[in-house]
């Protein structure tokens, strides 16, 4: 409601007096020694509160897996943009001018900007190779299988990278208050940031609060980011005793903060002529930027879903995420399973023509049945009903009768062709294999007063509806009204840590553990698991009607699901508790004066276990399809130096509502046992389809490879006219 | 930023004659798009046509449009006569940004600005509009075809604002108006065309095609001489000879060229 009447306060609105404004001095260069950092002197800087890389109490890194990456460089730079120097004052406008008149002179090294070339001995920056992650899946004897295969079919596909663009552009204050330095702003994992802080500033957990403000939007983009942007406000607030907001516009946040990997993924797949995959040969690279960060958990997702949700007998994915020096990709939606879908169904698309098959054909006889297995030799008895999945999406757009009006559209219209492309796919909920283990989330349910409960977890609002989950599994498990539930704000001195808001985790993983703390909460109250409604509500009442009666509080920590085994080592066994299934279907039109595609009309059928709440659930994935025909179509980067150069919204472009179709959404429920009230996660599941989806029904309309996106008017006018080029020939 | 405040268009050119690198700012929609990185146009001084009414409205004569220095499009949109005498303007009008945009940009400031991307700029063109402006030195008419010398660059002096548009009235027998984004709504034209024809021959005018939104005289001539163009390849050939496109953020100099002589091929084939 707050967000309704535009009375919320997001970190840029929050009062704050007596404060500074921060920005940030960044490196030039992609790769080099630093040389001189010179202050032009027309500037009185003893105006200014200044940090650099000598000002850092702890160990110079922003911590999430490794200690590689510095929160100011230190001599040496690896990205354009790269932080050097903080600057604080109390003018926002003097600030921003005065970071301009800052010069960081660099001595240059060839770059690493291509990451698939091998590189060459001078590019060498991690271990002996630049791999910054290898993991290697092996099912069957591939080499045998593609040896005895009748046909095999090779492709190679390539995905650009994608912006986020949450409403909201990051930002962050920080002030001391006490012995305790706050941390306020725009995040999607308040415990990341304390954790990054810990040794950056030498301080214990004790010593930082990191409290998540009003989130205009993160898709992953305010995963692992915030917390290089709060330790910036943290520094030049601890250097000068006084509040400091550091606030992105748009240009700097489009500029440097992560974004999606980009990808090659080649396919050799061994099929018998009736269709059947006989083998899967998959190597993935992904473009992982200047330092480790999330790459290598991103690259573990692309691998575990590069299969598919098909059943083949020999499989081999190989993947690697490279070291390049552009800004470290990150967290954003999908992580990394879009890039692989994009392979995948794309090429089971180019596998089917070379059959002659009907594409929807094909995938039914590979789709895994009940007691199959996944490339990671997950046995999948789930009891949902893939072919289901896939018979409602055909029969929601008259497959086969649409295709056929399509090619008698087509004959008669020279300039403006209709295609119609299909993917199927599927996305693990929650952390991979033992992550969520290690994680040991703890979700807090506590009674009130007035007889109702405050959910505390650190699980943050950004948009996607968790304090309204919450807020309906808490009153719906302990019969209360709605009314009497409060959701806490995500404040690490006062909720316990649930972990981060990503991996389509929120609902499943973090929604049971709520029903779980309630289920504590009605014992502790001395309840049966009966109780409900006025029967919680009076006792709790009671509770506090004794005199000093200290805080009740239920509580639930994470326990891994029994059917659930993982090797980390051989990355065998259950990668994920549960896969939500799903097929899309897009149909486009292309209009051959201006080579532009327009979607026309999506179809987005998934089983998800169960659908908590029907608008928020529809809201994620037409949201999530919008977000996908923007990558699939429209995202497109000027690259140099390994830095964006569109950094605008008036250059990068994403889809307004008048680029996109109607959205026709179906859920398919077969409870799962593990998630809140039989949930599978959602949140990440509906960018996985629409790329390839699209691409294969532009091949379709043009008979164009369609191989690589964003499929723009210029990328989609060269394929067709070297196509008709070579015709002609 | 200073901001000088004319209550009238006499006190305005009088400002400007004493401070001739002050700038015109009427709606703002184009200052404000680069405002962020615009570290030096925050120390510059600027001139609001906010105030001075006489600018703002336009009026039909018996033979032109006149529009004021400060019409928006928006004005030109409601208007129900410009639909039906000069749709163009409306066609171009409504894919300039958004509505919001529409309500605050001018016709004025579009030519002023000098973008070769412009929206409004084109359509103009192709109806011969002429660009009146002002000065304490006096009054000059300038066709709107002559009007720009080079990116950026026009006939307008700093002591000079643009103090009306007229948009000659003409029986024609054709009129289109062609404008290719990067996505269906508020987006910058990687092609714009305008064509129009009447009596006095063809009209091609072409925008984000070279430094200045142009006339194309080599396909006006392709056009006048046979009616319909032979092929989507001789249009191309002549437009080529026209303009002059290049690669940047927004498209390639091959993708422009193309699609603007496929358009115009396939437009009035």
């Not at chain 1, 929807?360 to 009940?370: G, K, P, Q, S, T």
């Not at chain 2, 010398?149 to 009235?169: H, S």
């Amino acid at each position: 409601m707050a967000k309704l009447t535009g009375r919320e306060l997001y970190v840029d609105d929050l009062p704050s007096a007596d404060h500074l404004w921060g920005a940030t001095v960044r490196s030039p260069s992609p790769r080099g020694r630093i040389t001189a950092v010179e202050f032009d002197p027309s500037i009185d800087w003893s105006e200014f509160v200044i940090v650099t890389a000598d000002d850092i109490p702890g160990r110079n890194a922003v911590f999430l897996m490794e200690y590689d990456q510095p929160a100011l460089a230190d001599g040496y730079v690896r990205h354009v943009h790269e932080p050097v120097v903080l600057l604080a004052h109390p003018s926002r406008d003097i600030v921003r001018r005065a970071a301009a008149l800052v010069t960081v002179r660099v001595e240059l090294e060839a770059p690493v900007l291509d990451f698939c070339a091998v590189p060459e001995a001078g590019g060498i920056q991690h271990g002996t190779d630049n791999v910054l992650k290898h993991i290697l899946i092996e099912k069957g004897d591939i080499e045998a299988a593609l040896a005895a295969a009748p046909i095999v079919v090779e492709g190679e596909y390539f995905t650009g990278s994608q912006e986020h663009v949450y409403l909201e552009t990051q930002g962050m204050r920080a002030h001391v208050d006490g012995d305790v330095l706050v941390i306020q702003g725009s995040m999607q994992c308040p415990y990341y940031v304390v954790k990054a802080l810990v040794p950056l500033l030498d301080r214990d957990e004790a010593g930082i609060r990191v409290i998540q403000t009003a989130t205009g939007g993160g898709f992953g983009g305010k995963e692992e980011y915030p917390s290089m942007i709060a330790a910036h406000a943290a520094l030049l607030s601890l250097k000068s005793g006084r509040p400091v907001k550091l606030i992105y516009d748009r240009w700097e946040d489009l500029a440097v903060t992560t974004k999606r990997h980009p990808s090659r993924v080649r396919h050799r797949t061994g099929v018998d002529s009736d269709g059947r995959l006989l083998a899967q040969d998959i190597e993935i690279v992904l473009d992982g930027g200047a330092y480790v960060t999330l790459s290598p958990v991103v690259l573990s997702r692309a691998v575990i879903h590069a299969g598919g949700p098909y059943a083949c007998d020999a499989v081999r994915i190989d993947g690697r995420a490279m070291l390049t020096n552009s800004a470290p990709f990150g967290a954003f939606r999908g992580f990394g399973a879009p890039q692989a879908f994009f392979g995948l169904e794309r090429h089971m698309d180019v596998v089917a023509a070379r059959l002659a098959m009907d594409p929807a054909a094909f995938r039914r006889v590979n789709l895994i049945r009940d007691g199959q297995q996944t490339g990671t030799s997950q046995t999948i008895s789930d009891g949902a009903d893939r072919l289901e999945v896939l018979d409602t999406a055909l029969a929601a757009c008259r497959w086969g009768t649409r295709r056929e009006q399509i090619r008698r559209h087509n004959e008669s219209h020279p300039l403006a062709k209709r295609g119609l492309g299909l993917a199927v796919f599927h996305h693990g909920a929650g952390f991979t294999g033992n992550g969520e283990v290690m994680l040991q989330s703890v979700v807090h349910v506590a009674a009130t007063p007035r007889g109702g409960v405050e959910v505390r977890a650190a699980s943050v609002e950004m948009g996607q509806g968790t304090t309204t989950i919450f807020t309906q599994l808490a009153a719906e498990r302990l019969g209360l009204d709605p009314d009497t539930v409060e959701v806490a704000q995500p404040d690490t001195h006062r909720v316990p840590d649930s972990g981060p808001s990503v991996a389509s985790r929120t609902a499943m993983v973090v929604g049971y553990l709520v029903e779980q703390a309630c289920d504590d909460l009605r014992r502790r109250l001395g309840l049966t698991d009966a109780a409900r409604g006025d029967a919680v509500a009076e006792a709790i009442r009671t509770w506090y009607a004794a005199p000093g009666q200290e805080e009740l509080v239920g509580e639930a920590t994470y326990l891994q699901p029994s059917h659930v085994e993982w090797d980390e080592e051989t990355y065998r066994g259950d990668a994920y508790g549960a896969f939500a299934w799903a097929a899309y279907v897009a149909e486009v039109e292309v209009d051959l004066k201006t080579y532009s595609t327009r979607v026309t009309d999506f179809v987005a059928v998934q089983e998800i276990g169960r659908v908590l709440n029907q608008t928020l659930a529809t809201g994620q994935i037409q949201g999530g399809v919008a977000q996908g025909i923007g990558w699939a179509l429209l995202e497109d980067f000027s690259w140099r130096d390994g830095a964006m150069q569109n950094c605008q919204l008036t250059n990068y472009i994403i889809p307004t509502s008048d680029d996109l179709p109607p959205i026709r959404v179906e859920f398919l429920e077969t409870p799962y046992s593990h998630g809140a009230q039989g949930a599978k996660g959602i949140g990440e599941l509906p960018m996985d389809g629409p790329g390839p989806a699209i691409a294969n029904a532009v091949a379709h309309a043009l008979g164009v490879p369609a191989v690589a996106i964003p499929l723009t008017p210029e990328r989609l006018m060269a394929e067709h006219d070297g196509l008709a080029a070579r015709e002609a020939s | 930023m200073n901001v000088l405040r004319p209550g009238s268009v006499r006190e305005a050119l009088g400002m400007l004659a004493d401070e001739p690198t002050a700038i015109p700012l009427a709606g703002g929609t184009d200052l404000l798009v680069h405002w962020p990185a615009n570290h030096a146009g925050r120390d510059a001084t600027y001139l609001d046509l906010g105030r001075p009414g006489e600018l703002r409205a336009h009026h039909w004569t018996d033979k032109a449009l006149v529009l004021g220095g400060t019409t928006t499009y928006w004005d030109v949109i409601r208007d129900p006569r410009s639909a039906r005498d000069l749709p163009l303007l409306v066609d171009a009008a409504r894919q300039v940004g958004s509505v919001q945009i529409q309500a605050r940009g001018t016709w004025a400031g579009n030519i002023a600005n000098g973008s070769p991307a412009a929206d409004g700029v084109p359509v103009l063109m192709a109806y011969d509009a002429v660009v009146v402006v002002q000065s304490e030195r006096g009054v000059e008419e300038i066709l709107l075809s002559e009007f720009y010398l080079g990116y950026k660059d026009m006939r307008l002096a700093g002591d000079q604002l643009i103090r009306e548009i007229r948009v000659p009235l003409a029986a024609r027998t054709g009129q289109r108006f062609e404008k290719v984004g990067s996505r269906r709504a508020q987006a910058i034209a990687k092609v714009g065309l305008a064509t129009s024809h009447s009596e006095d021959g063809w009209r091609v005018v072409a925008a984000s095609l070279a430094p200045t939104v142009r006339r194309c005289p080599s396909v006006e001539a392709l056009f006048d001489s046979d009616g319909a163009a032979g092929s989507v390849e001789d249009v191309e050939a002549a437009l080529a000879a026209d303009v002059s496109p290049i690669d940047d953020i927004r498209s390639t100099a091959e993708y422009r060229l193309r699609v603007a002589a496929r358009l115009l091929f396939f437009g009035n084939a």
